[in-house]
């Protein structure tokens, strides 16, 4: 069976939150047309599966990517939080497919999507170092993001400045994922009155989308 992460990073609620009705409008597509699909929910701002990147994390990392550390000479501290990342990543590379739902913030993501972010950077296991450079590992896996700005970035020179999108899928790219066309509903804080237009818009995008990204089957590897 066939699996899916849909992982959310705004703390308004489905209520409010336009990206979040968007997103619900994908994954009510998905089990229409995948009845049978296994879908799991991450609220990042009520998740705490994650390891922070503190110091006792970063010194974990390094001793035993680079100076010849076994496991069993970390810290217990350091050992509990490389334990943390390691089970995070390794339900993440359980999937075939995940969906991002998040805002742009100060021209980037939520601090809490940075966080999961990081952990899933682990070399050996999603991401491999070759002469030639790193490789992903997580190849034959889709993903897409669902986005939402306030402002209007596509077309004018905001758009250099915008770093949410650009970083995720440069993220995921660069641990093999395939990934899709953005689903964009922006400046809605710019025209407020047109904001039901603009996000009757994403909704109907995010219907073909969610149809798009289970045509072709993936690995399951």
Known sequence: MAALLYITANPKGPE???GLQIGQTFINTIREECPDMH???IDLFAFDEVAQMDTEL???RGKLAGYGYTF???TEVEREKILKMHALANEF??????VFVSPLWNLSSPAVLKDFLDNLFIAGKT???TSNGPKGLLSGKKAIHIHTRGGQYTG???QELESGDRYLRIALNFLGIEVMDTIVAEALDLY?????EIVAKAKDAAIQAAKEMIKTPVSQA
């Open 16 to 18: 409010k939150s336009k």
């Open 39 to 41: 879908i799991r929910k």
């Open 58 to 60: 970063v010194s974990a």
């Open 72 to 74: 069993d000479q970390l």
């Open 93 to 98: 590379i359980t999937y075939e497919y995940y």
């Open 127 to 129: 991401f491999a170092h």
């Open 156 to 158: 004018t020179p905001m």
């Open 192 to 196: 407020p009155q047109k904001a039901p």
